[in-house]
Antibody
């Protein structure tokens, strides 16, 4: 059974940093890109970015709203994808989801809440 | 960036009726790389349709998608009580991937 579990979300002050993790099981992690998305309270879905599998260079693409502040990485030995959030703003407050793949997204985690507030 | 505009914002219907949700793109969606998701309160989205018209695994056949280019439609042929939630379209043919703002079915 495919499982994705996000963790690391918490209350953080503006300007600070945070790292989210997406622990994966039930599939061959090395074979898949991983996508991150977010949803601000009461708002719609926003694509944050995705990281390719290492077979495709392990490079990442980002939304303009997070380019230069957020970065994606992966540890294939541990089947974990990471989202590093730097220079956080209040508008980054959201539930952050990871999902398997880079196209249509069948498998999602349950999300982790990041609250940016002073 | 491709902007997806969903209409209507809210659709008021009754169980047993037919629902038609629209998603219009500001530019042509490459290879019909368009998906539809359903989201219930407090849950992650669930993939319904990919490639504009293919049902995802486990999705009832009352859900169908069609369209190409810039105009896409999700149809729910006979509404069940559990269908009265939020729906989003998503284009994944171009970077950045984008989502519509959602249609609430009530």
């Amino acid at each position: 059974e495919v499982q994705l579990v996000e963790s690391g979300g918490r209350l953080v002050q503006p300007g600070r940093s945070l790292r989210l993790s997406c622990s994966s099981s039930g599939f061959t992690f090395t074979d898949f890109a991983m996508t991150w998305l977010r949803q601000a309270p009461g708002k719609g879905l926003e694509w944050v970015g995705y990281i390719r599998s290492n077979s495709y260079g392990g490079t990442a693409e980002y939304a303009a709203s997070v380019q230069g502040r957020f970065s994606l990485s992966r540890d294939d030995s541990r089947s974990v994808a990471y989202l590093q959030l730097n220079s956080l703003k209040t508008e980054d407050t959201a539930v952050y989801y990871c999902a398997r793949g880079r196209s249509s997204l069948f498998y999602w985690g349950q999300g982790t809440l990041v609250t940016v507030s002073s | 960036e491709i902007v997806l505009t969903q209409s209507p914002g809210t659709l008021s219907l009754s169980p047993g009726e037919r629902a038609t949700l629209s998603c219009r793109a500001s530019q042509s969606v490459i290879s019909s790389y368009l998906a539809w998701y359903q989201q219930k309160p407090g849950q992650a989205p669930r993939l319904l349709i990919f490639g504009a018209s293919s049902r995802a695994t486990g999705i009832p056949d009352r859900f169908s998608g069609r369209g190409s280019g810039t105009d896409f439609t999700l149809t729910i042929s006979r509404l069940e009580p559990e269908d009265f939630v939020l729906y989003y379209c998503h284009q994944y043919g171009s970077f950045p991937n984008t989502f519509g703002q959602g249609t609430k079915l009530e």
